[in-house]
């Protein structure tokens, strides 16, 4: 990562997170799965924003503090989009769980 503590935090996006490993095993019982034929699965976890990761990544790796970005601990804000994340279908017949901002983020 080349960056630095005061560089400007990079643009939100689309402000959703999945882990990969949720990911990866959604796709593994969507191949599995009879039920799963013929449909569409939307796998997330959730929301988050730059300053929320870097808030993680500060505050867990003090010794890449010199590297991210600080912006404005804390000031998480709220996206100017709401994505609505409906999962019913990928707990109902995947069985996926998904993992919480922090443990995606530490993993």
């Known amino acids: 990562m080349k960056s ?3 560089a400007a935090l ?7 997170y999945t882990d990969t490993r949720d990911l990866a095993y959604a796709h593994v019982q969507a191949t599995l799965l009879l039920k799963a034929g013929g449909k569409r699965f939307l796998v997330t976890a959730g929301q988050i924003s730059s300053q929320e990761i870097a808030d993680v990544l500060r505050k867990n790796f003090p010794e890449l ?3 991210v970005p600080e912006g404005e601990p804390g000031n998480h804000g709220s996206p100017r989009i709401h994505f609505l994340s409906m999962l019913p279908l990928s707990r109902e017949i995947l069985g996926v769980s998904t993992a919480a901002k922090k443990v995606t983020s530490l993993r």
């Open 65 to 67: 503090s010199e590297r």
């Open 10 to 16: 990079p643009p939100n996006g689309t402000f959703l």
């Open 4 to 6: 630095k503590e005061d």
